[in-house]
């Protein structure tokens, strides 16, 4: 047995590009949910973004373009949200589910319509998609002992979204705990009205959350769909929106503790690949749908309150009503 083979380059390298997404999403969802609107929708939003992007950035030949693309689709989605849980005060789980029905039915009806390709778009090349960028000195520090490969093959290698899902968790640290906008954030999701007495707009401040929410999903699908992959497909996220919310439900609504958490079912989905390594290791054969349910399996143990207890923000999922 070697379990040193868990933890092999190739696989620590698939295990940073399958988080991506879900970092990205969770982190959208913490924004969101930190400004005390609850968003199931995450699925749907990444969908709807993974589908534009690609299939602006097939028509168009420009990858950028589908990126603009995803991220205004994903919005589109995050306003009615935001309209149907912030504006007509309804109710946010119901309206995140029907995001979710919107997008997958929409989605896969409006491909079939532009590319009748049963559902997909068509496999995206050249521009058409994010390729991987070489850092400086990785190809001269490849032969440097233990450090060399790290950096040549670990760090350096991803496609520009990468980088850009790392530099966010950093970013959102510092937007919600050393900013006004993050201290008025947190402030809407624990005591709205407090906030509403200081003379600060509630709503204004929960479709910045909602806002900031819908951007977020719209760069995650579209990393799925012109940097994981290479075309859009039916219900490509699979699950990972769900799967999102539980690594920020585990995460307890903190950004550093979002990215191991991410890290660890981008882990689990990256060994899922490689059942070799895992027969290598552990010195007999563990079937392949086993591997492949252990994120969503880890998903339904966090979300039963076996890690430990999350006590999410305290007007979360409530709608304000301002005092007369």
């Known amino acids: 047995m070697n379990f040193l083979a868990l933890f092999d380059l190739s696989v620590l390298d698939s295990t ?79 309206s995140g589910v029907a995001i979710n029905f919107l997008a997958a039915g929409m989605t896969v009806l409006i ?54 899902a790392l530099l966010c968790v950093p970013g959102t640290w510092y937007i919600l705990f050393r900013t006004r906008f993050g201290l008025r954030l947190r402030a809407v999701g624990e005591n709205p009205a407090a906030v509403d007495t200081a003379g600060v707009s509630v709503i204004g401040l929960r479709f910045a959350a909602v806002g900031i929410c819908g951007i977020l999903c719209g760069i995650a699908g579209a990393y799925l769909a012109t940097g994981l992959q290479a075309g859009f497909v039916k219900d490509m996220t699979a699950g990972r929106g769900f799967i999102a919310l539980a690594a920020l439900i585990f995460a307890k609504w903190r950004p550093w503790h979002a990215l191991w958490a991410t890290l660890l079912f981008g882990y689990l989905q990256a060994i899922a690949l490689r059942p070799d390594i895992i027969e290598g290791a552990l010195g007999f054969k563990v079937q392949v749908q086993l591997l492949d349910a252990l994120p969503y399996i880890l998903t ?21 009503v301002k005092e007369r």
Not at 127 to 139: S, V
Request: with cysteine; aromatic share 10%.
């Open 16 to 94: 940073v590009r399958l988080a991506t997404p879900l970092l990205l999403a969770c982190l959208a969802g913490l924004f969101s949910e930190r400004g005390g609107i609850f968003d199931i929708g995450l699925e749907g939003k990444m969908l709807a973004a993974a589908f534009f992007s690609a299939a602006l950035a097939a028509m168009t030949g420009n990858v950028w373009v589908g990126l603009l693309a995803g991220i205004g689709a994903s919005l589109t989605l995050s306003a009615v949200h935001g309209l149907a849980s912030i504006t007509f005060r309804g109710n946010q789980l119901i």
């Open 300 to 320: 339904v143990v966090i979300l039963a309150g076996f890690v430990g207890k999350a006590i999410p923000p305290r007007a979360g999922g409530e709608p304000y």
């Open 111 to 164: 491909a079939q319509d532009w590319f009748q390709q049963g559902g997909r778009t068509p496999s995206l090349i050249g521009g058409g998609r994010f390729e991987p960028i070489t850092l400086p000195f990785a190809e001269a520090l490849s032969t440097v002992p233990f450090l060399g490969p790290i950096y040549s093959e670990l760090i350096s290698g991803h496609s520009i979204l990468v980088y850009v």
